[in-house]
């Protein structure tokens, strides 16, 4: 399969990503107004909320190929990850995350620039892959820290 160009890929996300609001032409307006877009949590997608650090751990630890988008504030080293609208009880026991309810919003900035502070660490690429919360979960719950080499047990 041949690789589409970075804007084209960027575009498609950009596209996907409008597709997921009511609203596509008042989110364009608040864009061009260096302003967040208003995108409410689980018609198409649930978000999970952690730290920008514990997100770029996470982000090392899951393959590149199987991310979803990933949305951050880099001036409140906040994160979002983008999960699968039907996502049930996994990352209940994940106590770094906070799964947020159906009906929150999620401000969000275009695919092909930041504003605001927020950027996507990981774009939406228009496929509407979204980060399996199994994976995610594993990354950043228990066991998800950094493995010692078998060394240290010696």
Same mark, same amino acid.
């Not at 996907?16 to 364009?28: F, G, K, M, N, Y």
């Given at each position: 399969?041949?690789?589409?160009?970075?804007?084209?890929? @960027?575009?498609?996300?950009?596209? !996907? =990503?409008?597709?997921?609001?009511? #609203?596509?032409?008042? #989110?364009?307006?608040?864009?061009?107004?260096?302003?967040? /877009?208003?995108?409410?949590?689980?018609?198409?997608?649930?978000?999970?909320?952690?730290?920008?650090? $514990?997100?770029?751990?996470?982000?090392? $630890? #899951?393959?590149?190929? $199987?991310?979803?988008?990933?949305?951050?504030?880099?001036?409140?080293?906040?994160? !979002?990850?983008?999960?699968?609208?039907?996502?049930?009880?996994?990352?209940?026991?994940?106590?770094?995350?906070?799964?947020?309810?159906?009906?929150?919003?999620?401000?969000?900035?275009?695919?092909?620039?930041?504003? @605001?502070?927020?950027? !996507?660490?990981? $774009?939406?690429?228009?496929?509407? @892959? =979204?980060?399996?919360?199994?994976?995610?979960?594993?990354?950043?719950?228990?066991? /998800? /820290?950094? @493995?010692?080499?078998?060394?240290?047990?010696?």
């Amino acid at each position: 399969m041949a690789l589409q160009p970075a804007p084209y890929v @960027r575009q498609a996300g950009q596209d !996907w =990503l409008l597709a997921c609001t009511d #609203i596509p032409s008042e #989110i364009r307006s608040l864009w061009d107004a260096d302003e967040l /877009g208003p995108f409410p949590v689980g018609g198409h997608w649930m978000v999970a909320e952690t730290t920008l650090a $514990r997100t770029m751990d996470a982000l090392k $630890r #899951i393959d590149p190929q $199987r991310r979803g988008p990933v949305l951050s504030d880099v001036t409140q080293g906040l994160a !979002w990850w983008l999960l699968p609208p039907t996502l049930g009880e996994e990352l209940d026991d994940v106590c770094t995350l906070t799964v947020h309810p159906r009906g929150w919003v999620l401000r969000c900035p275009p695919v092909l620039y930041p504003v @605001r502070g927020r950027v !996507w660490l990981e $774009r939406p690429d228009g496929t509407g @892959r =979204l980060t399996d919360p199994v994976l995610l979960g594993a990354a950043l719950g228990p066991g /998800g /820290g950094p @493995r010692l080499p078998a060394e240290a047990f010696a």
